[in-house]
């Protein structure tokens, strides 16, 4: 009787300990700057400097109106420097008087010159705090300084950090010269062994001090700006270069990261056809057949003619539509291996080819993965592309012929 007494008294504080927690962790705004967007330059020496981009809280609940708010910016930077980035981090802190809040963080700038000194160190910090997702992106300021995109303000969207996040969704899935790649992918490609690193790249589109103005938005047409670029190239955690347009779609396909692209195919006489790619999915397999690797690839993809300017073509005839459909194959394959052939030339292999042979062959990769760059270099690679044209619009002739 006694001990189910005890037992019942012991429940009871229990659940009354519980009632009574409070929120131990809670964080109050006011407390807190919110950071949108961060980025990372070589200081001096072995410097880190860390730029972070937060949200001008007060100039957001004004909604930026004059009669209401100050008409101050909707974000602010912060520039430090240390000799890691949690002690730049640190520093901001004191300057700003908030402490950072990261949660909301979108985008993860690199300037060109601190890649291509090298990023295998850069993201430990993120990597082991539990206040940073790492499912943000990562983009390399395209012969800029990470601070300096940014310090862009950008027009339509209020806060630059969120418009960059946008911009690089949109080109995935309208363009395909550069897809997403988050901190956690670039970090799993370092881990590894068998992928190089490959992230997508930013640039800023005519002078940077005018961009950093407000009144680069208040413009009608904008001359200052940011540009979502080509795929930037790794080689041993160090940039090493920019893919061309054609080279970086051609990456995209070779990744399986074409969601919707535009192909012009030009036409025997004059004019062009334009193809619009509304699906596309890519495999890759590895053999090792007596002792040497080899890839295919494989594209299968379905189209829409979305324009037709060439002379006396009418795609409804058997005839032009094959020829359609064959010079979408070639154009496809053509960029693909445009990319595998720089690619090749800088021996660095961002395609995970090393990966497919590990796990086609795993005692072949075993005797030979510190040859791989060598044999990546010579490695044959077979392209088969099938394309379905899906739609071929209203008219089949175009109105002008």
């Known amino acids: 009787m006694m001990n189910k007494s005890k037992l019942r008294l012991s429940m009871m504080i229990l659940l009354l300990t519980l009632l009574l927690g409070g929120c131990w962790d809670i ?12 980025g990372l330059d070589k200081g001096e ?62 985008v993860l700038v690199i300037g060109e010159e601190l890649a291509r000194k090298g990023i295998n160190q850069l993201f430990e910090y993120i990597d082991r705090s539990p206040e940073i997702r790492t499912d943000f992106f990562l983009l390399i300021a395209k012969g800029a300084k990470a601070e300096d995109v940014l310090s862009i303000n950008t027009p339509i969207a209020k806060i630059p950090g969120i418009k960059i996040n946008q911009n690089v969704s949109n080109v995935e899935k309208s363009l395909g010269v ?59 955690e160090k940039l090493i270069h920019f893919f061309e347009p054609s080279e970086s779609r051609g990456n995209s396909w070779i990744q399986n990261k074409i969601k919707n692209t ?41 189209a829409n003619i979305g324009e037709n300017f060439c002379e006396n073509f009418d795609v409804s005839t058997k005839e032009a539509f094959i020829e359609v459909i064959q010079k979408t194959n070639d154009q496809t394959k053509l960029e693909m291996l445009a990319a595998i052939k720089k690619a090749k030339k800088w021996k660095t292999d961002i395609f995970g080819f090393a990966d497919y042979v590990y796990k086609a062959n795993p005692n072949y990769w075993k005797q030979n993965k510190s040859n791989w760059e060598d044999i990546f270099s010579q490695l044959p690679v077979e392209i088969e592309v ?14 002008f012929n």
């Open 27 to 38: 964080k109050y705004l006011d407390d807190l700057s919110i950071v949108i967007a961060m």
């Open 45 to 106: 020496g072995e410097d880190i400097a860390v730029t972070v981009q937060i949200v001008n809280s007060s100039e957001m609940t004004s909604g930026g109106n004059k009669s209401n708010g100050s008409g101050a910016s909707t974000t602010v930077t912060y520039r430090e420097t240390g000799r890691t980035i949690l002690e730049a981090t640190r520093k901001i802190i004191n300057k700003n008087s908030r402490k950072l809040y990261f949660a909301h963080n979108q």
């Open 178 to 236: 550069s897809y997403k790649v988050s901190i956690r992918d670039a970090i799993e490609m370092i881990g590894s062994g068998k992928k190089e690193v490959v992230a997508g790249s930013i640039e800023i589109i005519g002078d940077k001090n005018e961009g950093n103005s407000k009144e680069n938005v208040s413009k009608i047409k904008i001359n200052n700006y940011l540009l979502l670029s080509n795929m930037a190239v790794f080689k041993d």
């Open 262 to 302: 535009v192909i012009n195919i030009p036409c025997e006489q004059a004019g062009k056809v334009t193809i619009e790619i509304i699906h596309s999915k890519t495999s890759v397999k590895a053999k090792v057949q007596q002792g040497k690797p080899s890839i295919e690839i494989r594209v299968k993809q379905e």
């Open 386 to 399: 099938i394309t379905n044209i899906k739609r071929e619009g209203i008219r089949n002739k175009s109105y």
